[in-house]
């Protein structure tokens, strides 16, 4: 898509191809709704949305899958390599989690931080007194703040090279977590923290969400774990669930996710559980950072297709 106008145009096309559905789905012909039939969204307001954002130069890449099913919903590019931040430490998650199952480590492993570990931004461990932390904790903190300080002293538990291998041995090509959590990026760093397509990560959360991500058990840790995220600012602002207390189901609806933020960058990518369906989704958004309102249209399109999912799923 890469913002051109005539992917924008292709999109707005798209979007306008059924409106007679969109009018029966949002309850304007009331026997939409009969006989135990699934009515779903048909995910044409976030097409809309994504084509406004292409229009102002936005790279997007999106998919939205039934997790039962895996049949796809909505794609936008999703076999786009983008940057994605903070996502990409989903598979740092993975790779302690099949330790601990593996009993390479125990839960109770005390890590020190060290003065090399040591970054700003996300996270509270650094507004904290403990020096030392047991591994779950530390993974419990990367899962509900995105904490950059025990994201390093996880990676240096395990090492960037295991991580790497996790991520190919569950058949990532196009997703990785890169390097650390660095302050400033000089030459001789990655670029970017991780990137991913959303395809595959996608594909990765609803192997998650069915226990098929390494194991049962190592599935059951990680989405326990994510189930924590305080982040729902992006897609999952739609659900309306409580950021700090959403483990249990409310309303129907249980969650798991991980986001990323970055200058210019906004991506999230989870689970979603209702009471008709169960979706996993990653949408990311590369786009010019220089205006306050780029960022508010970016965040609203998110939501725009996170009231899609809603409506599938609910």
Same mark, same amino acid.
């Given at each position: 898509?890469?913002?051109?106008?005539?992917?924008?145009?292709?999109?707005?096309?798209?979007?306008?191809?059924?409106?007679?559905?969109?009018?029966?789905?949002?309850?304007?012909?009331?026997?939409?709704?009969?006989?135990?039939?699934?009515?779903?969204?048909?995910?044409?307001?976030?097409?809309?949305?994504?084509?406004?954002?292409?229009?102002?130069?936005?790279?997007?890449?999106?998919?939205?899958?039934?997790?039962?099913?895996?049949?796809?919903?909505?794609?936008?590019?999703?076999?786009?390599?983008?940057?994605?931040?903070?996502?990409?430490?989903?598979?740092?998650?993975?790779?302690?989690?099949?330790?601990?199952?593996?009993?390479?480590?125990?839960?109770?492993?005390?890590?020190?931080?060290?003065?090399?570990?040591?970054?700003?931004?996300? &996270?509270?461990?650094?507004?904290?007194? *403990?020096?030392?932390?047991? !591994?779950?904790?530390?993974? =419990?903190? /990367? +899962?509900? @703040?995105?904490?950059?300080?025990?994201?390093?002293?996880?990676?240096?538990?395990?090492?960037?090279?295991?991580?790497?291998?996790?991520?190919?041995?569950?058949?990532?090509?196009?997703?990785?977590?890169?390097?650390?959590?660095?302050?400033?990026?000089?030459?001789?760093?990655?670029?970017?923290?991780?990137?991913?397509?959303?395809?595959?990560?996608?594909?990765?959360?609803?192997?998650?969400?069915?226990?098929?991500?390494?194991?049962?058990?190592?599935?059951?840790?990680?989405?326990?774990?994510?189930?924590?995220?305080?982040?729902?600012?992006?897609?999952?602002?739609?659900?309306?669930?409580?950021?700090?207390?959403?483990?249990?189901?409310?309303?129907?609806?249980?969650?798991?996710?991980?986001? &990323?933020?970055?200058?210019?960058?906004? *991506?999230?990518?989870?689970? !979603?559980?209702?009471?008709? =369906?169960? /979706? +996993?989704? @990653?949408?990311?958004?590369?786009?010019?950072?220089?205006?306050?309102?780029?960022?508010?249209?970016?965040?609203?399109?998110?939501?725009?297709?996170?009231?899609?999912?809603?409506?599938?799923?609910?």
């Amino acid at each position: 898509m890469a913002g051109s106008d005539e992917a924008g145009h292709d999109l707005v096309t798209a979007a306008q191809a059924e409106p007679s559905r969109r009018a029966r789905l949002r309850g304007g012909d009331p026997g939409a709704r009969h006989k135990g039939e699934v009515v779903r969204s048909d995910f044409t307001d976030g097409f809309t949305a994504l084509a406004h954002l292409a229009l102002t130069g936005a790279q997007v890449s999106a998919r939205v899958i039934d997790v039962r099913t895996g049949k796809a919903l909505f794609s936008v590019d999703d076999h786009v390599v983008l940057p994605t931040a903070s996502v990409g430490k989903v598979l740092l998650l993975l790779e302690i989690a099949a330790r601990l199952d593996e009993q390479v480590h125990s839960r109770y492993d005390l890590l020190d931080r060290t003065p090399e570990d040591l970054v700003g931004d996300s &996270g509270v461990w650094q507004y904290l007194h *403990a020096p030392s932390l047991p !591994l779950t904790d530390l993974a =419990a903190l /990367v +899962a509900a @703040t995105s904490d950059n300080l025990a994201t390093n002293v996880l990676l240096r538990a395990v090492g960037l090279d295991a991580v790497h291998a996790r991520g190919e041995s569950l058949g990532l090509k196009r997703t990785a977590l890169l390097d650390r959590v660095r302050d400033r990026r000089g030459p001789d760093d990655a670029p970017q923290l991780s990137v991913g397509s959303a395809a595959e990560l996608t594909t990765l959360f609803a192997r998650v969400a069915r226990g098929e991500a390494v194991n049962r058990a190592v599935s059951s840790r990680v989405s326990d774990w994510l189930a924590l995220n305080t982040d729902l600012s992006m897609v999952a602002s739609a659900f309306a669930l409580d950021p700090l207390s959403h483990v249990r189901s409310d309303h129907g609806l249980s969650l798991f996710n991980k986001t &990323g933020s970055d200058v210019g960058v906004r *991506a999230d990518a989870g689970v !979603l559980r209702g009471p008709r =369906a169960s /979706v +996993a989704y @990653t949408v990311t958004v590369q786009f010019e950072d220089d205006v306050h309102m780029n960022r508010l249209a970016v965040l609203q399109a998110m939501r725009t297709i996170g009231l899609d999912i809603l409506e599938y799923v609910h």
